[in-house]
């Protein structure tokens, strides 16, 4: 079952590693949207709060794309650590990945398989062999 956890792990961190992509870009897209308000040449009050709106949308998803692949990395290093927090913060992360189909949902129940198996359990005690806290 250790082989299983780590390529949780890695799958884990690969989702975050996109999640960390797609936020880099959406921060891109928001500059630039935030770019046209700022620009010298304004035209009238429509294109201004049209791209206000639309820069401040795209930092918001930004910085909640930017904080998912995050959490998923830090969970992805934790769970190949068989810190026993980790566990719980994949499952938790497993329940919301559901959502995000395809992909998020086979990882999900990949989550599910690997991390709720009786083997797993005893892996991610405390006081387990192979357990760094």
Do not use: C
Request: charged residues 10%; proline residues 2%; hydrophobic residues 60%.
């Amino acid at each position: 079952m250790t082989r299983h956890i780590d390529l949780l792990a890695v799958f884990f961190q690969m989702w975050g590693a996109l999640a960390l992509v797609a936020g880099t870009a959406i921060l891109v897209l928001a500059v630039g949207a935030l770019a046209i308000v700022t620009s010298a040449e304004r035209a009238a009050l429509g294109p201004d709060v049209a791209a206000g709106l639309t820069a401040g949308f795209f930092f918001v998803f930004a910085a909640a794309a930017l904080a998912w692949g995050g959490i998923h990395l830090w969970t992805g290093f934790s769970i190949r650590g068989h810190k026993a927090w980790a566990r719980l913060v994949g499952l938790a992360l497993a329940v919301l990945n559901l959502f995000f189909l395809p992909v998020g949902t086979a990882l999900a129940v990949y989550t599910f398989w690997v991390l709720l198996s009786n083997e797993s359990r005893r892996l991610f005690e405390p006081g387990a062999a192979g357990t760094s806290q």
